[in-house]
T-cell receptor, first 115, second 112 residues
Framework: ETGVTQTPRHLVMGMTNKKSLKCEQHLGHNAMYWYKQSAKKPLELMFVYNFKEQTENNSVPSRFSPECPNSSHLFLHLHTLQPEDSALYLC??????????????FGPGTRLTVL | QKEVEQDPGPLSVPEGAIVSLNCTYSNSAFQYFMWYRQYSRKGPELLMYTYSSGNKEDGRFTAQVDKSSKYISLFIRDSQPSDSATYLCAMSRGMLGNQFYFGTGTSLTVIP
């Protein structure tokens, strides 16, 4: 496997379900991100982890719960979601370092539908 | 005011045309500028990456950055139907712990 992988690719869940999205990066990066992508809107940054520590939480509702057990893996735990949470959820990674010069690499995304 | 502004289109051109895609931004601290291509139902893939002002060319693609005008462009020469996708601009300050700021994306269709 190379790059950034995400599973599952598609997920349909009811509002009372609990599910998890998984992301894995094989690039040796130290920063990982969750984004939400809805139609006609810019990518919405949800969470940032740097060296397994959460550095950003962009006012995301508590029904989304991230977990980063190591620099290569990132999870997004979902529970009691709303239909408006239906979107493409993208994971990305980058080599965050002083002096910048890095960029982000994205996974293929998980298409989430909440019924 | 949004950090990054991008015309969502849609943009439709005939095969072989030159395509110009643009973004404007408000934060003069941005130093790194990226263009991503996103096919339907796929994640964004990095297309071009530029530091500061100037031009960068890669095959049929040219990225331009004008920091004085806070304006970036992506040109696609000899456009192909396979270029049909959504193009996202992105930028960052390039600092440790920095964030990336994205445009809404421009939808491009190249008609054979």
């Amino acid at each position: 496997e190379t790059g950034v992988t995400q599973t599952p690719r598609h997920l349909v869940m009811g509002m009372t379900n609990k599910k998890s999205l998984k992301c894995e990066q094989h690039l040796g990066h130290n920063a990982m991100y969750w984004y939400k992508q809805s139609a006609k809107k810019p990518l919405e940054l949800m969470f940032v982890y740097n060296f397994k520590e959460q550095t950003e939480n962009n006012s995301v509702p508590s029904r989304f719960s991230p977990e980063c057990p190591n620099s290569s893996h990132l999870f997004l735990h979902l529970h009691t979601l709303q239909p408006e949470d239906s979107a493409l959820y993208l994971c990305a990674s980058s080599q965050d370092r002083a002096g910048g010069g890095d960029t982000q690499y994205f996974g293929p995304g998980t298409r989430l539908t909440v019924l | 005011q949004k950090e990054v502004e991008q015309d969502p289109g849609p943009l439709s051109v005939p095969e072989g045309a030159i395509v110009s895609l643009n973004c404007t931004y408000s934060n003069s601290a941005f130093q790194y500028f990226m263009w991503y291509r996103q096919y339907s139902r796929k994640g964004p893939e990095l297309l071009m990456y530029t530091y500061s002002s100037g031009n960068k060319e890669d095959g049929r693609f040219t990225a331009q950055v004008d920091k004085s005008s806070k304006y970036i462009s992506l040109f696609i020469r000899d456009s192909q139907p396979s270029d049909s996708a959504t193009y996202l601009c992105a930028m960052s300050r390039g600092m440790l712990g920095n964030q990336f700021y994205f445009g809404t994306g421009t939808s491009l269709t190249v008609i054979p």
